[in-house]
């Protein structure tokens, strides 16, 4: 199959869908996208601290928004959402901490708000699975809310009507719901972000479930927003010249598709 499928001028531009929306972090990460010229997420799923906050230091410059797993780091210390923060606002991108909420709102609030990570005080963005039903929204009230409508992984669950009641309960919380994890474009609500996990330069597999899709696939096919790369980058010899590519590939895509 042609993986360069004829691109749909039929986008809106970023810059014009910031003020399409009136949640602010959706307007602020639209407005980042366009300035930085960059629609890039890099997932730094490694389990040192320092380590972390090195790449994203390298890394920083490439992306809109860095992704992490706070709950896979071996040394957490509570400075590190201080830190993470001073590295962001050197290099301009967000943090999207991927922690996936999936219980009742009281449960969901105790876990976003405290524990040992305080994901609340750092983190720009999270996600969640709606699978508890909105009242995960009600307790997630004042983050920058990711629903998960669909997953990159074989077998997933999360599809057709599944996918589609997630639409529709994303779209009945504008205040807090920001958009998608999905594989493509789900809502023409021109203010829903849409981040699409599992991409890679070529197609493929990981030995546990995990598919990879193209930038051109996932960004002029489908027509999602932004790309999460983890170990296409992370893994490479020169990952800062790796994530330089991805960029350039992911912005390209993106400008192809816009009317
Ligand atoms: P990879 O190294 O590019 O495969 O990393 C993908 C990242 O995105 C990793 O942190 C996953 O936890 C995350 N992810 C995913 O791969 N697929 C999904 O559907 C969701 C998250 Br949601």
């Given at each position: 199959?042609?993986?360069?499928?004829?691109?749909?001028?039929?986008?809106?531009?970023?810059?014009?869908?910031?003020?399409?929306?009136?949640?602010?972090?959706?307007?602020?990460?639209?407005?980042?996208?366009?300035?930085?010229k960059?629609?890039?997420?890099?997932?730094?799923d490694?389990?040192?601290?320092?380590?972390?906050?090195?790449?994203?230091?390298?890394?920083?410059?490439h992306?809109?928004?860095?992704?992490?797993?706070?709950?896979?780091?071996?040394?957490?210390?509570?400075?590190?959402?201080?830190?993470?923060?001073?590295?962001?606002?050197?290099?301009?991108?967000?943090?999207?901490?991927?922690?996936?909420?999936?219980?009742?709102?009281?449960?969901?609030?105790?876990?976003?708000r405290?524990?040992?990570?305080?994901?609340?005080?750092?983190?720009?963005?999270?996600?969640a699975?709606?699978?508890?039903?909105?009242?995960?929204?009600?307790?997630?009230?004042?983050?920058?809310?990711?629903?998960?409508?669909?997953?990159?992984?074989?077998?997933?669950?999360?599809?057709?009507?599944?996918?589609?009641?997630?639409?529709?309960m994303?779209?009945?919380?504008?205040?807090?719901?920001?958009?998608?994890?999905?594989?493509?474009?789900?809502?023409d609500?021109?203010?829903?972000?849409?981040?699409?996990?599992?991409?890679?330069?070529?197609?493929?597999k990981?030995?546990?479930?995990?598919?990879?899709?193209?930038?051109?696939?996932?960004?002029?096919?489908?027509?999602?927003?932004?790309?999460?790369?983890?170990?296409g980058?992370?893994?490479?010899?020169?990952?800062g010249e790796?994530?330089?590519?991805?960029?350039?590939?992911?912005?390209?895509?993106?400008?192809?598709?816009?009317?």
């Amino acid at each position: 199959m042609s993986k360069t499928a004829a691109p749909r001028l039929e986008r809106l531009s970023f810059l014009k869908r910031a003020n399409l929306t009136r949640h602010h972090m959706a307007q602020r990460l639209f407005k980042l996208m366009e300035d930085k010229k960059t629609n890039l997420s890099v997932a730094l799923d490694v389990t040192g601290q320092n380590q972390l906050l090195q790449m994203a230091d390298l890394l920083g410059p490439h992306i809109a928004v860095l992704k992490t797993h706070v709950d896979i780091l071996q040394d957490f210390t509570p400075d590190f959402g201080t830190q993470l923060q001073a590295i962001a606002k050197k290099h301009h991108f967000l943090i999207f901490e991927d922690r996936k909420f999936a219980d009742i709102g009281q449960t969901v609030s105790l876990q976003y708000r405290g524990g040992i990570y305080r994901i609340a005080d750092w983190a720009d963005i999270i996600n969640a699975h709606p699978i508890a039903g909105p009242g995960i929204i009600e307790g997630l009230k004042g983050s920058n809310l990711l629903l998960l409508a669909e997953m990159s992984s074989a077998g997933t669950l999360a599809k057709g009507a599944y996918t589609r009641s997630v639409v529709a309960m994303a779209e009945a919380h504008p205040e807090t719901v920001m958009g998608f994890i999905s594989l493509r474009k789900l809502s023409d609500q021109p203010g829903i972000i849409h981040f699409t996990p599992g991409v890679q330069l070529a197609s493929g597999k990981d030995s546990l479930g995990q598919r990879y899709r193209t930038v051109d696939e996932i960004l002029i096919k489908n027509h999602s927003d932004i790309i999460i790369v983890g170990r296409g980058i992370t893994h490479a010899a020169n990952p800062g010249e790796q994530a330089r590519i991805y960029r350039e590939a992911a912005w390209q895509a993106y400008v192809q598709t816009v009317a």
